[in-house]
């Protein structure tokens, strides 16, 4: 390595350390989840020990040709930071434009290349580009080369091979990409097929990069983050499904789900109009006692108006006050996972 070549890589080295700096040196993460990481919720979690929130993921070229789109899918506010917008899409031209549009309300850009639902193979985007190498490589080079934010992915395990997973991302952190989170499981891992988290897949890929990698996967129990970060050696976790059901986890406290809806509905009625993220939230945080009292998920399925909703928190309420809210054993997490 030449004397120039070993002054560029220390001023690499120093910005890198700076955006991991500038995102707080978080450990715990709230994942990017379609309709569900909404600013409400960010900043409920926020309150519950969650250092770093991302957006939901957005559609690059609906972003950046429908307004409608951009006012119902974005919105940050002051205490809403760190924070990073998620952009999936397959045309860097696309995605510089809708970066720009961000760029001075957030604190960096992720770009999505771990979602594993058929709306992405449609598009061509999100873990669907995992198997075109050089697309992605190309795509990411044109993003980094060409906007002064800073640019991270996510990604997920792209087979057993964990070389493809390796060499993708020695590529990306070559091209600037300031962090990595990794999802250990493959795009066919999910829903009724979902399998435990491949660790040893991120502990690889952060034994070998320099940059910030975030553990993504199998955390239900709070000893779970400690043990993921000890063995993968990751410099945070990221959670999705057992946040959902608990906002409150990253703080480890016994606190009352229904004291937890109550927030979040406030936060709501404060920060959101859009009634359809508050059924999607409250039957997640309320799925055990959904279980027991049919009647009150019946109730939620027909909210529709503010005053919907509003009658379902008087009685749900009620219901915890006058001691007969009962819950089941069965959780919204566990819902598919029966064998692990």
């Known amino acids: 390595m030449t004397e120039s070549d070993s002054s ?36 409920l979690c926020r309150k519950y020990n969650c250092h770093l929130t991302f957006t939901p993921m957005l559609h690059s070229r609906n972003f950046v040709e429908h307004e409608k789109y951009r006012k119902g899918y974005f919105k940050t506010c002051d205490i809403d930071k760190p924070v990073i917008a998620q952009f999936c899409g397959n045309n860097s031209n696309i995605i510089l434009n809708a970066i720009d549009i961000v760029k001075n309300e957030v604190t960096a850009v992720d770009l999505n290349l771990g979602c594993p639902q058929q709306i992405a193979k449609k598009g061509n985007y999100g873990a669907f580009l995992l198997h075109k190498h050089d697309e992605v490589v ?28 390796l060499n993708l991302c020695y590529d990306l952190q070559s091209r600037n990409v300031q962090m990595i989170t990794v999802h250990g499981r493959t795009k066919e891992e999910k829903g009724i097929n979902i399998k435990q988290c491949d660790y040893e897949i991120i502990k690889i890929i952060k034994e070998r990069l320099s940059i910030p990698i975030i553990a993504n ?41 229904v004291d937890i809806a109550n927030e979040y509905y406030d936060l709501f009625l404060k920060y959101e109009s859009n009634t359809k993220y508050l059924k999607g939230h409250l039957f997640k945080m309320l799925y055990k006692y959904f279980q027991v009292h049919t009647d009150l998920r019946d109730l939620l399925n027909d909210c529709h108006t503010i005053n919907d909703y509003l009658h379902f928190q008087t009685v749900l309420n009620e219901k915890r006050n006058t001691g007969v809210l009962t819950e089941s054993t069965h959780s919204w997490y566990r819902r598919y996972r029966k064998s692990f």
């Open 8 to 43: 560029e890589f220390m001023q690499k080295r120093e910005y890198e350390k700076t955006f991991w700096e500038k995102v707080g040196k978080p450990k715990h993460v709230l994942a990017p989840m379609v309709d569900l990481s909404e600013l409400p919720f960010r900043l």
């Open 138 to 165: 190309h795509l990411v080079s044109n993003i980094t080369n060409n906007c002064d934010i800073p640019i991270t992915c996510k990604i997920r395990k792209i087979d057993e091979d964990y070389q493809k997973t």
């Open 217 to 257: 996967g199998s955390i239900e129990n709070f000893d779970d983050i400690q043990k993921c970060l000890s063995y993968t050696k990751a410099n945070a976790v990221m959670c999705a499904e057992i946040i959902l059901e608990k906002p409150h986890f990253f703080s480890n406290k016994n606190t009352n789900i």
